[in-house]
């Protein structure tokens, strides 16, 4: 006997239906050919991709200038890419664009030629960081302000915030003529932007273009929680974008360095937390509680694997493994 939902008098719950999608960053494979890292895209049950533009990466699958300015060679590219089923949903530039002096000056072009890609390429998504500026404006280094004692680190964000505006709403009317519809921040330390309260407020003051990349896998090292950043984010509209990265803390070293100051490749041993394959620092039940979260507030974009594993034999087991762990976690 079939039961018809129309026979109760009480709402019955909707099937999702736009779930996330299982996708790849593509820079975890750096020395393998473009094409041959779709074949394994392909294998892995990857639906869509998020491609390195510059910045901080050498960009190993993607040429810049050639796609700027060549039609055949962007079409080329794009057909590599949709002949295997798969989506160019994103291209990513984590660059410092704001950054002092001669270290960074590439980076602010590399943003911008980001944004005029995209158009190009027909992509509406750009995942990006805020970057961060020096302390002041005579300053050739970096300064993360993480306390406001002494009282004169206010002075510095001032400064840094005033920076930060100026060019992201430059940046933003560009992206906006270019077509793109979110730029996504990563949550990454050393940058303006790496918590909820900062990308609301350069959201507020630049417009809700900007969003947040949530990136688990920082947030647990710098030690908030992004399952309640998820759920506040989404209140808001502001995730735009979601990376597929777990960090494993080893408390008896972080009780004793509360911030991460060994060297960043250093021996994972020595180290207060490590990147790992997603689902090797926190269990399924985290995971699923994470994407479920997710849904709940209507977040409908990929799920993009960014794998760095210093104990895996190598990227691309750990990103074959993150793979198959996300597509039992996955709400899809």
Same mark, same amino acid.
């Given at each position: ?9 009480? !709402?019955?719950?909707? $099937?999702? #239906? ?81 950054? #002092? ?7 602010? #072009? ?10 190009l390429l027909g992509v509406?998504?750009?995942?990006? @960081? ?19 004692? !002494? ?8 400064? @840094? ?5 100026? $060019? ?47 990136? #688990?896998?920082?947030? $647990?090292?710098?030690? =908030? ?10 209140? @808001? ?6 990376? =597929? ?15 991460? @100051? ?38 409908? =974009? ?16 750990a990103i074959q493994k ?11």
């Open positions: 006997m079939s039961i018809d939902p129309k026979d109760f008098d009480m !709402p019955v719950a909707s $099937f999702n #239906p736009n779930p996330m999608k299982l996708g790849l960053f593509t820079d975890g494979l750096p020395d393998m050919p473009f094409e041959q890292v779709l074949d394994e895209a392909v294998k892995m049950g990857i639906q869509v991709l998020e491609i390195a533009t510059g910045g901080y990466s050498c960009a190993p699958h993607l040429d810049m200038e050639k796609l700027l300015h060549s039609a055949q060679a962007r079409k080329e590219f794009m057909q590599a890419i949709e002949s295997r089923g798969l989506e160019l949903y994103a291209l990513n530039c984590s660059a410092n664009a704001i950054g #002092p002096g001669e270290r960074w000056a590439s980076h602010a #072009p590399d943003v911008m030629n980001t944004f005029r890609l995209a158009e509406k998504h750009v995942v990006a @960081q805020s970057g961060l500026p020096a302390g002041a404006p005579n300053d050739t280094t970096l300064n993360w302000v993480t306390h406001t004692f !002494p009282p004169e680190m206010m002075d510095v964000l001032k400064y @840094q915030w005033g920076v930060a505006i100026d $060019f992201w709403s430059k940046a933003a009317d560009l992206a906006k003529s270019c077509g793109v519809e979110t730029i996504a921040l990563e949550n990454h330390p050393m940058n303006l932007v790496y918590n909820v309260p900062t990308v609301l407020k350069l959201r507020e003051a630049v417009g809700d273009i900007i969003g947040l990349n949530l990136d #688990p896998s920082h947030v $647990f090292f710098m030690g =908030g929680d992004p399952l309640a950043m998820a759920r506040e984010l989404c209140k @808001q509209k502001a995730v735009y974008h979601v990376h =597929g990265k777990d960090s494993r803390i080893n408390p008896h070293i972080k009780g004793l360095d509360c911030y991460e @100051q060994g060297i960043y490749n250093g021996p994972a041993i020595t180290r207060s937390w490590n990147y790992v394959a997603v689902g090797y620092g926190h269990d399924a039940l985290w995971w699923k509680t994470f994407f479920a979260t997710l849904a709940e507030g209507d977040y409908h =974009g990929p799920v993009s694997i960014e794998v760095e594993d210093p104990l895996m034999p190598n990227n691309l087991i993150s793979a198959a762990f996300l597509k039992e976690t996955m709400l899809s």
